[in-house]
Every structure is written in structure tokens, then in C-alpha cells.
């Protein structure tokens, strides 16, 4: 059996959980709710304040869903609890990002500032002009709008200019040496 999928999701009073017939799961708690569809080859069941997972049988197929969907309940149950979050610093001279509305304005020393439309689910607030937190129930959303942010301009090894996630850490290469 998967050490993963074996082990229960244990959630709390304050989220409520709901099966359907049609093998999904659906957690709300007090500021979001997200739905997870799952395979034939994964039931759930709900016992005491507990999500167990159980598998129709043993093939490589099952086995490896089993684990995958207990991750992503646990993550759906983490998410609408407490939430996920992700940081980005911005470094370069001039590189400033602003939130206004619905869209994130960034200036990363092109010709034309960057506006990334902020998707739905997902805060975005901009606490220094350089330094942004990224936040949201989903935590594959919020992770996928920090890299779609970061790839607007990667951090490059010589100067170490770019944007790049809170505390990450550049590899720097020496640059062209002088004449000899």
C-alpha cells in the first residue's frame, strides 16, 4: 500500500467536506472552496473528521493515484485553511512592480511595462516596489503564477538581475576577464 495514500487527511471543524457520487471531493472552509475529481480507480470516504482513500486494486495505475489524490486533498484542506504563499524579489536598477485593480504593472527595463492580469482565486500585494507576495487557497495556481511572473525576466548569472523567489539563491558566473 502507498506510506502516502495509506495515511488519512485530518481536517477540522471549521472545513466542511462533501462526496458526490461522481468520485469528487469538494472542501470549504470560511473563505474559498475547492473541488477535486478523481479516477475511478480512488474512492473516498469520510470517517470522525478524516478523508481516507482506498483503492479498487493493486495495479501501478491505482497505486500511484492513490498517493497523488491524498497529496492534493491535503493540500485542497491546507489551502482553505491557512492559505499558500509564495515571494518574489525583484533586482536591477529600476525594476519596480505595482499592483493596480485587477493587474499587476511590472517594469523590468523593457521599452514598455509588463501588465499581468491578476487570475481569479489569487491575491497579489506588492509590499516594497521590489518585493511581491503572491497568495491563494490553490496552491498549484499560486505556484504557477509565481513562475509565469518569474519568467517575464529570470534571473541571469552574471549580474544577478531578474526576478526571483523569496530567499532563492543565483549562481554567479565571473564575467570576461580584462586584457592579459
Do not use: W
Not at 469528487?24 to 474512492?43: D, F, H, P, Q
Not at 514598455?112 to 506588492?126: A, D, Q
Not at 507576495?133 to 496552491?139: A, K, L, Q, T
Amino acid at each position: 500500500m502507498s506510506r502516502i495514500g495509506r495515511a488519512p487527511v485530518v481536517f477540522d471543524n471549521t472545513v466542511k467536506v462533501d462526496l458526490s457520487p461522481l468520485n469528487e471531493v469538494t472542501i470549504m472552509g470560511a473563505k474559498s472552496s475547492l473541488k477535486i475529481c478523481m479516477k475511478n480507480e480512488v474512492s473516498a470516504r469520510i470517517e470522525n473528521n478524516k478523508i481516507i482513500l482506498l483503492r479498487a486494486d493493486d495495479s501501478k495505475e491505482s497505486r500511484s493515484l492513490h498517493g497523488l489524490y491524498r497529496a492534493l486533498i491535503q493540500n485542497a484542506v491546507t489551502g482553505v485553511t491557512k492559505g499558500f504563499s509564495k515571494g518574489l524579489e525583484l533586482q536591477g536598477v529600476g525594476y519596480r512592480a505595482n499592483v493596480a485593480g485587477k493587474k499587476l504593472e511590472l517594469s523590468l527595463g523593457f521599452s514598455h511595462p509588463v501588465v499581468f492580469e491578476i487570475p481569479e482565486g489569487i491575491e497579489i500585494k506588492v509590499e516594497k516596489q521590489t518585493a511581491i507576495s503572491i497568495s491563494g487557497p490553490n496552491r498549484e495556481l499560486v505556484g504557477q503564477v509565481a513562475a509565469k511572473i518569474r519568467s517575464y525576466r529570470p534571473p541571469e548569472p552574471y549580474l544577478g538581475k531578474g526576478i526571483r523567489y523569496a530567499g532563492e539563491h543565483i549562481r554567479r558566473k565571473a564575467g570576461k576577464s580584462a586584457g592579459k
